[in-house]
Each structure stands twice: as structure tokens, then as C-alpha cells.
């Protein structure tokens, strides 16, 4: 167990998880407090993030959570935020999840304006500046051995055309991939890395859709080659290798947490029945 800490261990960590209280967001800020993390989670709904961090801090992990109200779909909201977190981190953080996300699904006919507007301005510019406004404290936790850690959630739909009508959502999330990438480059030198989840379906208010009643599931599940919906730990086990020491070297990656979705391209040319 000791051998598994030094590769797995957050313990005596600081992290920020943005829409930290549903989904995908509290699956990570869970794991962060099981594995030692002091963790704020923020969202647009301050009392739902009050509420999740008490029932993080009630599990008796080794961890601790507080939760708070933060905006990252305005300037404004982002520069707040910041603040915040500055106020409460006292100037290191070593981990940064940009988790917070916005989707819009709507036939192409009739697909608005605001879809593109308030998509990007969650999906992209929210994370971009918010990972700018918290460098200070992301290069004061950085050490050549050690580095900040910034992980960013896109989405298998951003790797490959597929859904119909999330047409700023999957635009929004290869603009994600693509800008981790850029990130990553930059920011080696400061000893921070920066890393993606590309995600297939999981168990979240954003896929309820497709996930929230059994039968719809059931054919949401069958979709996935390898024939289920994503669970917290796989979620975990990703999130843990990238921010412990087993993932002090990577950085760039777009880690595909998808049952095999993105390898499925459908189309087989040479293949005979």
C-alpha cells in the first residue's frame, strides 16, 4: 500500500474542481478527498456545493471538502472565482479541474445563436481564463518532481462526429482537446502539466437524457463497445494517476475514459463476414 501511495497519493494537496457538486465533477472531487486532497468544488449553485462538500467531509476520508458559489460562464464570474480561490488556497494550488461544462442539443434548423455563445463562453473561455487568473498559485505549487496539475474535461464527442444536435457542445470540446494541447506546451516549462478527459456516457444531470431512466440507459449501454455506462471509480483511477506521482511525466494527453467509444469508427473497409 505504501508503493501504491507514492504513485496515487494526493494527500496534503490543495484542488479546485469547478461544477464539483454533480456528475462527472463530483465523481473527481470524491476521489481527490479519498486519496488526501483539501478540495473546493464551486458552481453557479453555491448551496448545492455547501451541501456536497458536507457530505464528502461525513465519509471520514483523510481528505476535506468545501463548497462555494463560483460563475465561469462570465468574465466577471471567472475573475470572482479567482478570487476566491486565491483567498482560500493562500496562494498554492496544485490541482486544477476544469470540469465545468454547458451543452446544447437542438436540431440543425433551428440550432440559435446563443447555443454558440453560451457554450464557448463555459466550455472555453470560462476554463482558459480561469487556468490563466490561477497561475500564480499553480506555479508557487510546482516543483520539477512534483508538478501542478491541470486536467481539463472534454468529451469522446469532441474526438469524433457523432450525437445529433450538440453542435457547439462538440465543437466546444475539440476546442477543449485542441487548446490542452497548447497548454501543455506552454506550461512545461513551469512545471505544470495539462491534461483532458475525453469522456463517453456516465451517469450525470448533463447525460440524463440518454442515462436517467433504465430502459434508455439500457440502449445507451449497448452503444458502448465494450457494453456499459462509465462508473466513479473509472472516473477515480484516471483522475488519481494524472495528479499522484505515476503521472508527474505526462502531459498533452487526451485520455479517453469511454468504453472504447473513440476506437469504434463504425466503417469497415477490408473486413469479410
Known amino acids: 500500500m505504501d508503493y501504491l501511495a507514492s504513485l496515487f497519493s494526493v494527500a496534503g ?11 462527472i465533477g463530483r465523481m473527481c472531487a ?12 464551486a458552481s453557479r449553485k453555491g448551496e448545492a456545493c455547501e451541501r456536497v462538500a458536507a457530505e464528502l467531509n461525513a ?12 460563475d465561469v460562464g462570465t468574465e466577471e464570474g471567472v475573475l470572482a472565482l479567482a478570487a476566491e480561490v486565491k483567498r482560500r488556497a493562500g496562494g498554492r494550488l496544485d490541482i486544477l479541474v476544469n470540469n465545468a461544462g454547458k451543452t446544447w442539443g437542438e436540431p440543425l434548423e433551428r440550432f440559435p445563436w446563443k447555443a454558440w455563445e453560451g457554450v464557448f463562453s463555459v466550455n472555453v473561455a470560462g476554463l482558459f481564463t480561469l487556468t490563466r487568473e490561477l497561475l500564480p498559485e499553480l506555479t508557487a505549487a510546482a516543483s520539477p518532481d512534483d508538478p501542478a496539475r491541470v486536467v ?12 445529433e444536435g450538440p453542435y457547439s457542445y462538440s465543437a466546444s470540446k ?26 463517453g456516457p456516465f451517469l450525470s444531470r448533463m447525460m440524463a437524457f440518454a442515462t436517467a431512466e433504465e430502459e434508455v440507459r439500457a440502449k445507451t449501454a449497448a452503444t458502448v463497445p465494450m457494453g456499459r455506462i462509465g462508473r ?21 494527453a487526451i485520455l479517453p475514459i469511454d468504453g ?14
Do not use: W
Open 232 to 252: 466513479p471509480s473509472d472516473v477515480a483511477g484516471a483522475l488519481l494517476f494524472l495528479c499522484g506521482r505515476g503521472g508527474a511525466y505526462t502531459t498533452g
Open 59 to 70: 465519509l471520514g476520508a483523510p481528505g476535506s471538502c468545501e463548497g462555494f458559489a463560483g
Open 30 to 41: 470524491e476521489a481527490l478527498v479519498q486519496a488526501g486532497a483539501r478540495v473546493l468544488i
Open 174 to 199: 475539440a476546442a477543449v482537446h485542441h487548446l490542452t494541447r497548447i497548454l501543455a506546451r506552454e506550461l512545461a516549462g513551469r512545471q505544470i502539466t495539462v491534461n483532458a478527459f475525453a469522456p
Open 152 to 163: 481539463n474535461l472534454g468529451s469522446v464527442m469532441g474526438s469524433a462526429p457523432m450525437g
Open 13 to 23: 494537496k490543495t484542488a479546485l474542481v469547478t461544477g464539483g457538486a454533480t456528475g
Open 260 to 273: 472504447g467509444i473513440a476506437c469504434d469508427v463504425g466503417h469497415k473497409l477490408f473486413e469479410v463476414e
